[in-house]
Structure formats: C-alpha cells, structure tokens
C-alpha cells in the first residue's frame, strides 16, 4: 500500500496521560501535515511540515502538543497530559510542494 | 482571518435531482480543493482547482473555481444514492502559510 498510514487507527486514554500518534506519508512527499477533527466540523490545521523542518503551528497547537518529523520521513504526534477536549480524530496528510494533499486514515482518540 | 464558507450545510435530495453547493472563501488564493469523506472514514481527494476559471468533472460531479468572486461551486448531475457523504471544500493558505483551511462540510444524503 504506497498510500499515507496512521498507526493506532484508535486510542482510549485516561484524562491526564500522553499519547503518541505516527504517520507514515507517501514516500515521495515532502510536506506533512497534521490536522484535528471533531465531529461534524472539517479539519483544523494543527501544523506542517517541509522535510524535517516544522514550518507552521497553529494556535490550536499548545503546550501540551508536540510533533516531530525526525529525518523528513515518518511523523509523531504527542499530546501530554490529555483532557476530555481532546477527544477528535487526528488526520495525517502528505503532499507534493505542488500538489494537493493525501490523506490517511486517521487516529480517533478517545479521553474517558 | 480566512474564513471559508459552505453551504448549505445540510442538504437532502431525491436521486435524479441536481444540486449545486457552494464554498465562499474569505482572502485571496487560487488553489481550491474538494474532498468527500464518508462516515468514520477519511478524506478523499476529489478535485484540485488551481487557477481562476478552472472546472473539473468526474462523472456526476463538477467543481468549478472564481477566484475572483471568491467562489467555488460543486454541482451534482442526477445525483445517485452512493453520492451521500460530506463534501468540504478547503482553501490553500499558500500565501500566507502553507495550511489549509476546511470548509465545515454539507452532508449530502441521497434519496431514493
């Protein structure tokens, strides 16, 4: 599958532990992007990546969020001490400079 | 800030019927994206509009792009019940900051 994958496709936490998310992009793309998404609402941009190099976060992305994307492939998303207002489903996607995005699966998160 | 505007945002149709929806954007871009995206699935890319005047066509959809009136529109011909999903449209920030910002999505559904 050369397609973008996200890995656990589902996450159930306890309120105030830390979690951690991988995306696996399409191989040749050099952009990665993270979003969020509650439901029945479209994505939130939470940051972005060209290469290795975090260029963008936005200002949903506190403190308690941190991603990486260590030798410009794979990418982590970290959330620490997770609240209930975490709850949503976290979308990867990978791209081209000039091309639209790829999306994967998703991971659905769910803080109990 | 942009802000990107879809509607309707709830529409029911009777298959055979046409509809048209709409994405008004709020600044100045020329990239445009369509994606469907099914119950608890991800996003799916449907069309990439990059320029002023471009339309796009891909059996019983059609999307069009006016940068200039900030508009771009999603027209369904004879609309079957396999079309139900939620279509959000999202605007390119590249001049400003490489994210992409969504629409909040129309849910189609498709009546027999």
């Known amino acids: 599958d050369t397609g973008v994958s996200q890995n656990p496709r589902h996450k159930i936490t306890k309120r105030g532990q830390n979690v951690t998310f991988r995306c696996d992009p399409i191989?040749?793309?050099?952009?990665l992007y993270w979003y969020r998404q509650t439901l029945g609402q479209g994505p939130e941009f939470l940051t972005y990546?060209?290469?290795?190099?975090?260029?963008?976060k936005s200002r949903l992305l506190s403190d308690r969020f941190s991603a990486e994307r260590p030798k410009g492939s794979f990418s982590t998303l970290e959330i620490q001490r997770t609240e209930q207002g975490d709850s949503a489903m976290y979308l990867c996607?990978?791209?081209?400079?000039?091309?639209?995005?790829?999306f994967g699966p998703g991971t659905r998160l769910t803080v109990t | 800030e942009l802000k990107v505007e879809q509607n309707p945002l709830f529409l029911s149709m009777q298959e055979g019927k046409n509809y048209t929806i709409y994405c008004n954007y709020s600044?100045?871009?020329?990239?445009l994206y369509w994606y469907r995206q099914d119950p608890g699935k991800s996003l799916e890319s449907l069309f990439v509009?990059?320029?002023?005047?471009a339309v796009k066509q891909e059996g019983r959809l059609m999307a069009s792009l006016d940068t200039k009136a900030r508009l771009s529109t999603l027209h369904i011909t004879a609309a079957v019940h396999d079309l139900s999903a939620t279509y959000f449209c999202?605007?390119?920030?590249?001049?400003?900051?490489?994210?992409?910002?969504f629409g909040a999505g129309t849910r189609l559904t498709v009546k027999p």
């Open positions: 996607a990978s791209s081209l400079s000039s091309g639209g995005e790829v």
């Open positions: 191989s040749e793309h050099n952009r």
């Open positions: 990546f060209q290469n290795e190099a975090q260029l963008e």
């Open positions: 600044t100045t871009s020329d990239r």
């Open positions: 509009l990059l320029s002023n005047g």
């Open positions: 999202a605007v390119d920030m590249a001049y400003n900051n490489n994210d992409m910002r």
